[in-house]
Nanobody, 115 residues
Framework: QVQLVESGGGAVQPGGSLRLSCAAS????????MGWYRQAAGKQRESVAM????????HYANSVKGRFTISRDVAKNTVDLQMDSLKPEDTAVYYC????????WGQGTQVTVSS
């Protein structure tokens, strides 16, 4: 069974930074695409960033390009999301995912950006 556990969420003022981390266990994650989605209150879940199995290809939502950076440690089965220049509209629950033939989800971690 695949398990994903997120950490690093919290509250921050606009312009601040947070780093989310996702630890994966239970399978050979070197073959998985991994990444992050988010869901704000009353809105649909949306893709934020993803990274290839080898870590050399990344993709970002237009709304976070230049502010967020995704990275992964294949040996440790972790994927991180460095979030800088945070805006109130980044407030959401952030979910880690891992996908090969099946997509697995973490439980989510709350990020709140407010003054």
């Amino acid at each position: 069974q695949v398990q994903l556990v997120e950490s690093g969420g919290g509250a921050v003022q606009p312009g601040g930074s947070l780093r989310l981390s996702c630890a994966a266990s239970g399978s050979a994650f070197s073959v998985y695409v991994m990444g992050w989605y988010r869901q704000a209150a009353g809105k649909q879940r949306e893709s934020v960033a993803m990274i290839s199995s080898t870590g050399d290809v990344t993709h970002y939502a237009n709304s976070v390009k230049g502010r967020f950076t995704i990275s992964r440690d294949v040996a440790k089965n972790t994927v991180d999301l460095q979030m800088d220049s945070l805006k109130p509209e980044d407030t959401a629950v952030y979910y880690c995912f891992a996908e090969a033939t099946t997509r697995y989800w973490g439980q989510g971690t709350q990020v709140t950006v407010s003054s």
